[in-house]
């Protein structure tokens, strides 16, 4: 698979505390996805990136923040997490210039309690 | 907005069977994808159909794209336990470069 890491892998964290997730590639892609994946819903994109300081909504926006300051990293902010938000947290990347297949990260679960 | 079905939600076979999941999306689609996801892990790019009425196989996976390219099917003939997991289809979003998933199908195998 592609060089797509995520950090931390795992993060259990109380109501209320900011939380930043942390998506890293190695493959110099211009497209970056945020998607979360709840039971019964699949995987639903919370923001995406098409440059640096380039971003977009997608359809769970609400309580989520991004920023991509430079190509390799694009951060996910929970301003004040809630319950709501515990989740899987999918990175995810272009597989290549010109198409729109994507390669995921491994994940990261946050628990929210 | 634009949304992609997935039926059935869950899917238990024996071992040896037949397995079949359908998408459809609620617009035509330039492509549709379809992605595998380990019980644990995380989505996996399966494959791409691009062309109305497109068939491909991979081994036992048989991939249909529909004439109207608004329907897809993945077929899996005689199931072995290594195709447990979480299909999705995806397809995607008109004029971004983005996609929609389906809900998935999660199969279950009895050995």
């Known amino acids: 698979d592609a060089g797509i890491t995520q950090s931390p892998r795992h993060k259990v964290t109380e109501t209320g505390t900011p939380v930043t997730l942390r998506c890293h590639q190695t493959?110099?892609?211009?497209?970056m996805y945020w998607y979360r994946q709840d039971p019964g819903h699949g995987l639903r994109l919370i923001h995406y990136?098409?440059?640096?300081?380039?971003?977009d909504k997608g359809e769970v926006s609400d309580g989520y923040s991004v920023s991509r300051s430079k190509t390799e990293d694009f951060l996910l902010t929970l301003e004040s997490a809630t319950s709501s938000q515990t989740s899987v947290y999918f990175c995810?990347?272009?597989?290549?210039?010109?198409?729109?297949?994507?390669?995921f990260g491994p994940g990261t679960r946050l628990t929210v309690l | 907005g634009q949304q992609v079905m997935q039926i059935p939600q869950y899917q238990h076979v024996q071992e040896g069977e037949d397995f079949t999941t359908y998408c459809n999306s609620s617009?035509?689609?330039?492509?549709i994808q379809w992605y595998k996801q380990r019980p644990g892990g995380h989505p996996v790019f399966l494959i791409q159909?691009?062309?109305?009425?497109e068939v491909k196989k991979q081994k036992r996976l048989t991939f249909q794209f529909g004439e109207a390219k608004k329907n897809s099917s993945l077929h899996i003939t005689a199931t072995q336990t290594t195709d447990v997991g979480t299909y999705f289809c995806?397809?995607?979003?008109?004029?971004?470069?983005?996609?929609?998933f389906g809900q998935g199908t999660r199969l279950t195998i009895n050995p």
């Open positions: 995810a990347i272009n597989r290549a210039a010109g198409t729109d297949t994507q390669y």
């Open positions: 493959e110099n892609h211009r497209y």
């Open positions: 990136s098409y440059g640096v300081k380039d971003t």
């Open positions: 617009t035509t689609l330039s492509n």
């Open positions: 159909l691009v062309k109305s009425g």
């Open positions: 995806a397809g995607p979003n008109q004029g971004a470069q983005k996609l929609v």
